[in-house]
């Protein structure tokens, strides 16, 4: 396995840099970026972005926030957003090419992973969900609730309630499965985009891949697991079984959750 670089030697190094999360778990953010730079081929340097007591003070003076991913590309300005993230992936990586030339279809692709990767979308609210078990249910310990009581004041979580935030990622998983209802070899017709593979990561907020395939400690693969109620069951197995095809197919496995 490639050594992490610190961020004090990524900083001074050429090429890609990537900074994902380390948690022992497959954060969709971190995989998505991942995702992207893989199937484009594009070789990069992994960086372990943390301060030496854990913080990430240091990624807070560097992007003017504190979470990771975060991306490095020689000497140009870092980008800690998806967006930008995937853009500097479509600009300096060769086909396959994730983002359509038309300007409809390019904003169709965008706004539909901005509903799995932005704040207040799916992924921030099944954080929410995530947060308020930790702080509720007794089968989590101390050391569990304080996990739960840094993500709850990280994210802001008493802005949002769980009924908000179930309903919120219910909608999101009956649309994508409108989407796979149209019956095309992926989410948006018959190639590859970034809307997949955005979707493949994402998924593991519903179903995490199995263990051989994704190692993760079990409290982790617990509060990952959701089964949403309002989509029916052979439809969000089709959506699942299209993750599986895009790993399989496009993603390296077993996924290195660092």
Known sequence: MTPWLTLEQALGAPGLRVAPVRAGLPSPWSEFVRACFHVKRIPYSLVDARDADRSLTSVMKLTGQASLPVVLWNDERPRSNWLEQLVLAERIGRQPYLLPDNPF?????????AELCAEAAFGWHRRVM??????????FDERERSIGQYLSKKYRHDTDSIEASTKRCEEVICTFADLRTAGHEY???????ALDLAWAVFAALIQPLPEDLCPMKPMWRDLYTWTPSATPRDRLEALLSLRDRIYRDWLPLPVEVG
């Open 105 to 113: 279809e390019r904003a169709k692709v965008v706004g539909l992973i």
């Open 187 to 193: 989410l948006l017709g018959p190639n590859l985009t």
């Open 130 to 139: 995530m947060i308020v078990r930790l702080l509720t249910e007794p089968a």
